[in-house]
């Protein structure tokens, strides 16, 4: 059974910085593409960043590149998002996502096979 539980959410201010960690089990981690998404109330989930199995890959949304940084330790199941200097506009659920087997950065939400139950971010101006 795929389980993918997040940790790390809260309440910061506006400038300040979360890290947020993902754990994974059931999978073999090592062969999977791992993401993050987002869904703020009123609005449609939405992609933040991806690593690669390895983590030589990462992508980002234009939203969050050169703030948040995506990275992995697979030694320990493991995938963090650093969030520094964060917005009001960055409030929202945060999720981790799995897509089994994919070796490389996965952008599509389509693609992912399983997902966390998400935390909160609150981000006070």
Not at 48 to 73: H, L
Request: hydrophobic share 35%; with cysteine.
């Amino acid at each position: 059974q795929v389980q993918l539980v997040e940790s790390g959410g809260g309440l910061v201010q506006a400038g300040g910085s979360l890290r947020l960690s993902c754990a994974g089990s059931g999978i073999i981690f090592s062969s999977t593409g791992m993401g993050w998404y987002r869904q703020a109330p009123g609005k449609e989930r939405e992609f933040v960043a991806a690593i690669s199995w390895s983590g030589g890959e990462t992508d980002y949304a234009g939203s969050v590149k050169g703030r948040f940084t995506i990275s992995r330790d697979n030694a320990k199941n493991s995938v963090y998002l650093q969030m520094n200097s964060l917005k009001p506009q960055d409030t929202a659920v945060y999720y981790c996502a799995a897509a089994l087997g994919s070796r490389s950065t996965v952008i599509h939400e389509y693609e992912y096979d399983n997902w966390g139950q998400g935390t909160q971010v609150t981000v006070s101006s």
